[in-house]
């Protein structure tokens, strides 16, 4: 077989068995046995909680609140209502945020037979963001809690109390998860949680985060999860991310469990287009198999699962978890040691050991890794689209093709560095390349500083990986030398994600003893070493995807490529007589993956599926001046409504003006005056020296922007009367975040001496002026994004004491 068709015949046979595992399941109907979990079943809580958008204080909020209690009780958990203000701070990219709302929780119990013996807790949250019906953010967690429950009291009555905690206010700042756990008496009964979350509409359920000291509960979910899809490097991740979700609430509070949540189709994320129509069924049955089995074995096990010691886990192909203590990571790099010596004693037998090669391998594993990011990066810019969440969304509504792009400069780049190798005498021509991709990257990126960087250490490992031909033994070890130090320093420092490494590692060490570092050992070693690659390669593109899918880091999935490229180097750099490797195959790679690119740069992803993203805003100043806005970028409708009043519009900031997912720039143009609402904003200073603040929503309105800064220290600082951390950095502003707030909020702070206190306020009225000319009629590729349609008083203060 040649080297071009075993490559892409390994290729093609890992996708398939990476497509295998990332499907999700068939739904199960509502016919299916009673202790079995259905996604039919599910489906019908569904069709009622995301018929229309339900925001925490809302109308249709409060609708979903009733029928949850009437489900509840149908199922006999006798639920009641815990209402409290709850509020919180966070900092978050160099800012404090501080955020609050009236919440309604919904807590049920399904009592045990034991009731004095910690409970289980089911936990998902019922409101939606602004705009969007949140079918799978969270109607699907709250559909699968009450799903699970059914087919746990469909077994008999469980040793312990099940508790399902249905949450509000969790889209607002995980407010209702607070207040539970700071407020609600049973929450001191708790002692295993499973959280049900969505961050997209698609895609298999991950159980991404555990409680500290996970032993016990991995053990827990290996044992019993259907369709388990899990890793530990998710859940180390993570920790480093500024992500929460309503489980962070109950980890804080000290308490072990399980984080569910599916993030495939992200462009139906706090999207108007969350519909039940477009939400994938599989899903909801994945998520619900996968947390029915740790779920049941909670409530009727008389012990919960032990803490003990953080381990190593991820599952293969969704069909089992291995797992094992983190000292087993030592016990994997040394079988992958011996594997290699194993595979390196015919090299040395026959002569083929060469420091030169083995150094040369060296480099070229750091030149895969720095090559591919690079190439990733261009493709990535040669698309057009921007950075951040928002900007990303033209992608998000065409992610297979993109992934495909993305994949298969991955692919060619690790073909270039083969060839590279194979050939010798290309460094100058592979140097040039590299700098001409990031010139490319740099410009098509907004002047992007990462492919200049990535471009500059490319063309300086291309000097001296591509200046000699190199035999494909020395070579191929030098490259796994780089996976051996990686991984070892991630097992001293990170051994919980050491794996990631570490298993493609075992996987080329294996391949290597197979076939004596690439020296032919017979058509059974070969076929055996094929197979290795393909299992292994398989299991990357899980890892490649993940990274894709995950964050917007175009770098990212490098690392699967470079991992890949430990695995399956032989097949990228031919021997002597095998020249047949070419230039063809490598330039159709490279040019699939940049016309892919292209087309996704020159055509619309707009659909009636996949709908623009719209918000225009009527702004109104205290000074009465008004404005048509829209957060950046803009849809053509959205130009068409800007403009509608005066003509052109430009980019500017609005005091106390933010909105999620764009910030506080936007595209305004002068608008006709209207009336003014009232609204309360008093700064109002005691005899005692205490300074109060209060702003009152308007008539109307919703929510509250505040944005506070003090120029001096103060102290005794309380939102509502209730202490906070905010103002504790004179110069830094404070945001505030407040919702469902029909009395408004209040400040109130004691200064240490003379200074001034600067707010910049932004109240929201869910509708469009009446006295203003009315929006048009949406086309059918455009959707209302958020709070579009909204009126927005603004206004700024600056009060001396």
Same mark, same amino acid.
């Given at each position: ?13 890992? %996708? ?8 999700? +399941?068939? +739904? ?32 249709? @909020? ?88 059914? #087919? ?61 000291? @996970? ?21 180390? !991740? ?33 999207? &108007? ?33 032990? *803490?003990? &010691? ?45 420091? *030169?090669?083995? #150094? ?29 969440? %928002? ?10 093709? %993109? ?47 990462? &492919? ?34 990686? /991984? ?10 050491? %794996? ?23 058509? *059974? ?31 990212? +999935? ?28 490598? /330039? ?16 619309? &992803? ?6 623009? #993203? ?62 003014? +609402? ?68 209040? !400040? ?7 200074? !001034? ?45």
């Amino acid at each position: 077989m040649s080297k071009t068709l075993a490559l892409f015949s390994c290729l093609a046979a890992a %996708f398939a068995l990476f497509y295998f595992g990332a499907r999700t +399941p068939d +739904p199960r109907p509502a016919s299916a046995p009673s202790a079995d979990f259905s996604a039919a079943r599910a489906m019908s809580d569904i069709s009622v909680l995301a018929k229309v958008p339900h925001p925490v204080g809302s109308a249709a @909020n409060a609708a979903a609140r009733d029928y949850l209690v009437s489900r509840m009780t149908a199922l006999g958990l006798a639920p009641r209502l815990q209402r409290a203000e709850s509020h919180g701070t966070r900092r978050f990219m160099g800012a404090l945020y501080a955020s609050g709302a009236h919440v309604e929780n919904i807590i049920g119990v399904l009592p045990g037979h034991d009731r004095t013996t910690p409970a289980l807790a089911l936990m998902a949250h019922y409101d939606s963001v602004a705009g969007s019906p949140g079918a799978a953010d969270d109607a699907t967690g709250v559909a699968d809690a009450l799903e699970i429950v059914r #087919a746990i009291k469909a077994g008999g009555v469980p040793a312990r109390d099940v508790v399902v905690a249905i949450t509000d206010g969790e889209e607002a700042g995980l407010l209702g998860a607070k207040a539970f756990f700071e407020f609600d008496p049973l929450a001191k009964h708790i002692g295993f949680v499973i959280n049900l979350e969505s961050r997209g509409g698609g895609g298999r359920a991950a159980m991404f985060e555990t409680g500290e000291s @996970n032993g016990g509960a991995i053990a827990l979910f290996q044992r019993t999860a259907g369709l388990p899809n899990a890793n530990a490097l998710t859940a180390f !991740v993570y920790k480093l991310l500024p992500n929460d979700t309503d489980f962070s609430v109950a980890k804080a509070h000290g308490l072990a469990g399980l984080n569910y949540a599916f993030i495939g189709r992200q462009f139906d994320y706090h999207s &108007p287009s969350s519909t039940v129509a477009a939400l994938d069924q599989g899903s909801v049955q994945q998520m619900g198999e996968s947390a029915l089995g740790p779920a049941r074995a909670v409530a009727v096990d008389t012990a919960l699962p032990q *803490r003990t &010691p953080d381990v190593v886990y991820s599952d293969i192909f969704g069909l089992m978890v291995i797992a094992y203590p983190t000292w087993g990571g030592w016990f994997v790099l040394a079988l992958a040691a011996g594997l290699a010596v194993l595979g390196g004693r015919r090299l040395v037998r026959d002569g083929q050991e060469s420091w *030169r090669d083995i #150094a040369q391998g060296f480099a070229a594993g750091l030149l895969v890794l720095s090559g591919s990011a690079l190439l990733l990066t261009l493709t990535r810019h040669i698309t057009g689209v921007g950075g951040g969440w %928002f900007a990303y969304r033209p992608l998000l509504a065409r992610f297979a093709p %993109f992934e495909l792009a993305m994949a298969l400069s991955g692919v060619g780049s690790l073909m270039i560095v083969g060839a590279a190798v194979q050939r010798g005498q290309l460094r100058l021509a592979l140097s040039v390349g590299a700098l001409i991709a990031a010139g490319a990257g740099w410009a098509l990126g907004n002047l992007d500083m990462a &492919p200049l960087v990535l471009g500059v250490v490319t063309a300086i490992l291309a000097v001296m990986v591509a200046g000699r031909v190199g035999k494909t033994p020395g070579v191929w070890f030098g490259l796994s030398l780089t996976g051996f130090l990686t /991984a070892l320093a991630l097992q001293m420092v990170a051994p919980t994600a050491a %794996f990631i490494v570490a298993w493609p590692l075992l996987a080329a060490c294996v391949r290597a003893a197979l076939t004596g570092w690439g020296t032919q050992r017979g058509d *059974r070693a070969n076929l055996g070493a094929f197979v290795v690659a393909i299992v292994a390669l398989g299991w990357l593109g899980g890892f490649f995807h993940a990274l894709l899918q995950g964050l917007d880091a175009p770098e990212g +999935p490098a690392l699967a490529v470079w991992l890949a490229g430990v695995v399956i180097w032989p097949m990228t750099q031919s021997g002597p007589s095998e020249r047949d490797l070419g230039w063809a195959p490598i /330039a159709a790679v490279l040019a699939a993956g940049i016309g892919v690119s292209l087309w996704l740069q020159l055509t619309t &992803p707009w659909t009636a599926r996949h709908p623009a #993203a719209a918000e225009p805003l009527y702004v109104v100043a205290e000074d009465g001046r008004a404005w048509r806005a829209a957060p950046l970028p803009t849809a053509p409708w959205t130009r068409s409504v800007l403009t509608a009043d005066a003509g052109a519009y430009q980019t500017r900031e609005f005091p106390g003006l933010w909105v999620p997912g764009a910030g506080s720039r936007f595209a305004a143009a002068t608008a006709r005056a209207v009336r003014n +609402p009232l609204r309360e904003v008093a700064v109002v200073r005691a005899a005692d020296g205490l300074v109060t603040i209060h702003l009152a929503p308007a008539p109307g309105g919703d929510a509250i922007n505040l944005d506070l800064k003090v120029s001096a220290p103060v102290s005794d600082v309380a939102i509502d009367g209730r202490p906070t951390a905010i103002l504790s950095h004179p110069g830094e502003w404070t945001h505030l975040r407040w919702q469902a707030a029909p009395e408004g909020v209040t !400040v109130t702070f004691r200064p240490a001496r003379p200074g !001034v206190v600067d707010l910049d306020y932004g109240l929201f009225i869910d509708r469009w002026p009446v006295d203003a000319n009315p929006l048009p009629a949406m086309p059918a590729d455009v959707m209302a994004w958020d709070r579009a349609g909204s009126t927005v008083l603004i206004g700024a203060r600056r009060v001396a004491w």
